[in-house]
C-alpha cells in the first residue's frame, strides 16, 4: 500500500511543478500581449528552458525526448496557423514553451480548446460590430464562385487588412489552457 503511495506522490510531483511554472507563464505571457500586443522571446524561450531542464533532470533522456518531442509539436503545430497569418510568431514560440513544459499531449489540449475560444470571440466580435451578415454572405458567394469556375486563383480569399477581425489570440488561450487543465487534471 505504501509504495502506491509513493509513485502517486512521485507522478503528482512530476505535473504540479510544470502545472505552477504554467500557470505563471500564461499569466505573464497574458499580461504582456494584452499591454504589447507580443510575447517577448525572453518568456517563451526561458519557459521552454527550464520545461527542458525540468522533466530532464526528473526523468534522464526520456524526460529530455517528452520535453524536446513537446516543443517541436508546438512549433510544427502553430507554424501552420502562423503561414495562413492566423496567428503571430509569438504565439508559435508560446506554444512551443508549453510542448515543452506540459508535453504534446496537454499542449494539443490546449491548442484545441484555445481554438474552440477564439471562434467563439471572432464570432461574438462579428455580432458586436454587426459583420455577421456581411461576412457570412461573402463567404457563400465565395464558395459559389469555387463552384463556377473551379479554380480557387480566380478567387479573392485573402480580406484586405481592414476587413480582417483580430485580436490578441492570449484572449482564447488562458480560457483553453483552464479548460484543457479542468478536463484533464
Known amino acids: 500500500m505504501e509504495r502506491s503511495i509513493v509513485i502517486c506522490n512521485k507522478e503528482v510531483e512530476k505535473t504540479i511543478v ?3 511554472l504554467l500557470i505563471i507563464f500564461i499569466i505573464a505571457a497574458f ?3 494584452i499591454r504589447t500586443c507580443k510575447i517577448p522571446n ?6 521552454a ?13 526520456q524526460g529530455l525526448l517528452f520535453s524536446l518531442t513537446g516543443l517541436m509539436s508546438g512549433l510544427l ?6 503561414l495562413f497569418k492566423a496567428i503571430g510568431a509569438g504565439d508559435v514560440k508560446l506554444f512551443a514553451a508549453i510542448g515543452a513544459l506540459m508535453g504534446t499531449s496537454f499542449m494539443f489540449h490546449i491548442l484545441f480548446y484555445s481554438i474552440l475560444y477564439a471562434g467563439l470571440i ?3 466580435i462579428m455580432i458586436w460590430k454587426k459583420e455577421l451578415g456581411r461576412r457570412i454572405s ?9 463552384f463556377i469556375f473551379k479554380d480557387a486563383k480566380q478567387l479573392e480569399f485573402v480580406a484586405r487588412n481592414k476587413e480582417l477581425l483580430t485580436f490578441p489570440f492570449m484572449l482564447a488561450v488562458v480560457p483553453g ?6 478536463y484533464l487534471i
Do not use: C, N, R
Request: proline share 2%.
Open 42 to 47: 525572453l518568456l517563451t524561450v526561458s519557459t
Open 177 to 182: 489552457t483552464a479548460t484543457a487543465a479542468f
Open 122 to 124: 471572432g464570432f461574438f
Open 18 to 20: 510544470p502545472g505552477i
Open 77 to 82: 503545430a502553430l507554424s501552420v496557423l502562423y
Open 138 to 146: 461573402m463567404l457563400l458567394k465565395q464558395i459559389w464562385l469555387l
Open 49 to 61: 528552458f527550464l520545461g527542458i531542464v525540468y522533466h530532464t533532470s526528473i526523468e534522464k533522456w
Open 31 to 33: 499580461y504582456t500581449d
